[in-house]
């Protein structure tokens, strides 16, 4: 099937041809059978790289009316928004923040390109432009299942749905168990393939040896040939770190590009001073390209993280995970898409939507520490990584490759080889998930009853796996806790109650922050106000210590050191040293306060980097968010009447 045969402008069909598109991919082929192109509902469950950017655009361009295209992350969007802005004629928009606002700016558009969160908001602020939407594509719909995340995107898709029942729903993922439950949901038709433009082999590699499930085997050269091992020996345990330089090497010498997932942010930034090592740039050929993206990337900041990043890449390799800058993280990414960075080092975050495709795979780490033990990571989340290998047109092929051992080979291809990624599964049934968009049902007015507020979810993926049983008995316990919370209250006899938002509920709900932080913003006002000097640390220690704020990992070198600062500005905080049940979290907040306090007393990101151990991009999200609580602070203080000028202060100099 030819691009020119659907129902696209000519300026369109030309852009495409333009660069390249004129046939469609078979998954494509499959999609517009389905109707894409028609108005009809489409789950798309297709590898990595089979053209799933392409049926959006398909499914948007030929709408009756605006889309919007739903991102988890604001790269992705960013990513998105750029695709789409360079088709001739198409007005685009990106909405990623302002939480507290409608963002009516967006109307008129012909596609929207935002992050869940900010379409929850704007509706919960009243917008109107959503009811005019024709189509909704919503991107790496297996994130539903993410702790967070998937809760605010399937009551939004839910709550568009119900809003405007002809919506047209596109979701598209590479790695799902359950699609069909997933397109059940959505009342639409599967479409799935695991064709790929590119072919991919995986395998384990054990001692410099790769078996691929495809039946080959592949011998990579570990450390200096010199001390190679003999023959008998080479199936015992090697450096996993040197298997891995081996893999890389390998590929760039071939002319591939490399990406090598570690555990954390630490090994990500070891394993890159590792590979600089071995002059990537040289083999490469990249020298000159290399040394100017490394004086880009040190020209953004003077942090420590940065000039190591930019040293790193002038040798030809990259570190890449979340306590980056975003223009550390974006010039990494075009660097590689340039072809001028031989092997990214990255936490599994890049893997999660970022278009960065290479040759080889290395999946050097397949455990990680969740708080109490190293366990296994997803097969779903080993599989999102797997799917970056392989470039078209420019790969004959794409190889993912496992580093393991001995011990661990058969589990290895057991697990992620042959194993299915795990079944997408709602996570609404959080309480704290709950209670969040129970308020929301109730503050903007949708719903007035419990019957009303299960009507508003009847339509979410939670309601179809839990029945109106489970979903009922869900729901009856978190407006309980919202009343006792002071977020809600009934009104009226026992039998025959109404259910409204009380104003700190309202304020709350449209600030979108979460019924906890609000609770937790109304007692620290009221205990600032009684105070005889609330300073703007006191403000921050208050915003700081919400689920809202993102928690600072505390060293045990510092504990010590943020303990003894607690007890000399007791004065000025709200809770008392003996007051928290969770101490170690609370001194987590106390810590982001400080760093906050220093922050708008004029420390620079580089001096503050340096002395709380913590990432630039960590700084950056701990000053927005704080920007977004502090807002949301003046907003419930002028609810409750309660006057604390250090919110203001401190939002001013933020």
Known sequence: MRVRSLPLPERLADHFAERGIRELYPPQVAAVEAGVCDGANVVAAVPTASGKTFIAQSALLTADGPGLYVCPLRALAREKYEAFAALPGVDVAISTGDFEATGEELAGHDVVVATSEKVDSAIRNGAEWVDDLACVVVDEVHLLGAERRGPTLEVTLATLRRRNPSLQVVALSATVDNPEEIADWLDATLVESEWRPVDLRTGVCVGGEVAFDDGTIRRVPVGDPDDEPAADD??????????????????????????????????????AERLAEDGLADRMGIGAAAEAVGDEVADIDGTVTGRELADRLRAGVAFHHAGLRADHRAAVETAFR????????????????????????????????????????????????????????????????????????????????????????????????????????????????????????????????????????????AVDDLVEAGMVRRR??????????????????????????????????????????????????????????????LGN???????????RNAARLTTGMNEPDDFEGWLESVKTARILEEWIGGATVEELVEAYRLGPGDLDSRVERAEWLLSAAEAIADTIGVSVPAVTRARSRI
Not at 252 to 271: I, K, N, P, T, Y
């Open 338 to 477: 340039d072809r001028h960075v031989a092997c990214i080092c990255a936490t599994p975050t890049l893997a999660a939507g970022v278009n960065v495709p290479a040759r080889r795979v290395v999946v050097r780490d397949q455990k990680r520490y969740t708080g109490s033990a190293m366990e296994w990571l997803p097969t779903l989340e080993v599989h999102q990584m797997c799917g970056r290998a392989g470039r078209p047109g420019l790969d004959p092929h794409g190889e993912a490759v496992l580093v393991g051992e001995e011990s661990t080979r058969e589990a290895l291809v057991e697990r992620y080889v042959e194993g299915e990624p795990e079944a997408v599964e709602s996570k609404l049934a959080d309480p704290a998930s709950l209670r969040t968009h129970v308020l929301s049902a109730v503050a903007t007015g949708f719903a007035e009853t419990e019957a009303e507020i299960l009507a508003v979810l009847d339509g979410t993926f939670y309601a179809r796996e839990a029945g109106a049983g489970g979903l009922a008995d869900a729901v009856a316990v």
């Open 234 to 271: 080479r199936d015992d345990d090697l450096d996993a770190t040197e298997v891995t330089a081996a893999l890389v090497v390998d590929t760039v010498e071939a002319g591939g590009q490399c990406l090598a997932f570690v555990r954390s942010r630490a090994e990500a930034a070891a394993l």
């Open 492 to 553: 009226g006899d026992a039998e025959r109650y109404r259910i409204v938002a009380t104003p700190v509920g309202e304020t709350t709900s449209r600030q979108y922050v979460r019924p906890e932080t609000g609770a937790r913003i109304v007692d620290g006002l009221r205990t600032a106000a009684g105070m005889s000097e609330a300073t703007t640390l006191t403000v921050f220690e208050v915003v700081c210590d919400t689920p809202d704020m993102q928690d600072t990992y």
């Open 557 to 567: 070198r510092e504990r010590a050191e943020m303990y003894r600062f607690a007890r």
